[in-house]
Antibody, heavy 116, light 108 residues
């Protein structure tokens, strides 16, 4: 069964950094367009960032551009999200999701808490 | 960006009834590039519908979608107990991809 598994979440102080990873089983991430989407506690879904499967072109949502960056590690078969200058409002569950348009496979998410 | 407004925010229904959820876009969603997701508590979203009306693999046929332009609906023909959760619409006609704020279907 195809699965995505996120890791790397945790508690971080404001201004700190975290690197999230998304690993896949039963398929190769390098062949797929991938995204990061987050959900603040009790809130809706917010798309954050996308990476192409053709040339690793990336797109990042305006509110986190310059602080968050998506990348691919082909050797590890992961897609990562580097998050810098974290703010309390970045507290959320972070999901990786497959797809270039709609998202047909999601991981279970990893919780990021930004608090002092 | 395209803003999606879902209504109602909460839909109170009984098992066996038909539920109709609405998603209205602030601009035309070209090519009916709209998807619907279901999210159960503590779980990741699950794709139900894409291209406004195509069911994803394994989705029961009691779920159907329709619409074009700026107005889209998700219909659940006969509510099962496991359907009383939250539903989101998402457009992929333009970047950034955006989601509606969700409709919670609750037991009346």
């Amino acid at each position: 069964e195809e699965q995505l598994v996120e890791s790397g979440g945790g508690l971080v102080q404001p201004g700190g950094s975290l690197r999230l990873s998304c690993a896949a089983s039963e398929f190769t991430l390098t062949s797929e367009e991938m995204n990061w989407v987050r959900q603040a506690p009790g809130k809706g879904l917010e798309w954050l960032s996308y990476i192409s499967n053709l040339d690793d072109t990336t797109h990042t949502e305006d509110s986190v551009r310059g602080r968050f960056s998506i990348s691919r590690d082909a050797a590890k078969n992961t897609v990562d999200l580097q998050m810098n200058s974290l703010r309390p409002e970045d507290t959320a569950i972070y999901y990786c999701a497959r797809g270039g348009k709609y998202f047909d496979l999601w991981g279970r998410g990893t919780l990021v808490t930004v608090s002092s | 960006e395209i803003v999606l407004t879902q209504s109602p925010g909460i839909l109170s229904m009984s098992p066996g009834q038909r539920a109709i959820l609405s998603c209205r876009a602030s601009q035309t969603v070209d090519h009916s590039a709209l998807a619907w997701y279901q999210q159960k508590p503590g779980q990741a979203p699950r794709l139900l519908i894409y291209a406004a009306s195509f069911r994803a693999t394994g989705v029961p046929d009691r779920f159907s979608g329709r619409g074009s332009g700026t107005d889209f609906t998700l219909t659940i023909s006969r509510l099962e107990p496991e359907d009383f959760v939250v539903y989101y619409c998402q457009q992929y006609a333009r970047s950034p991809r955006t989601f509606g704020h969700g409709t919670k279907v609750e037991i009346e």
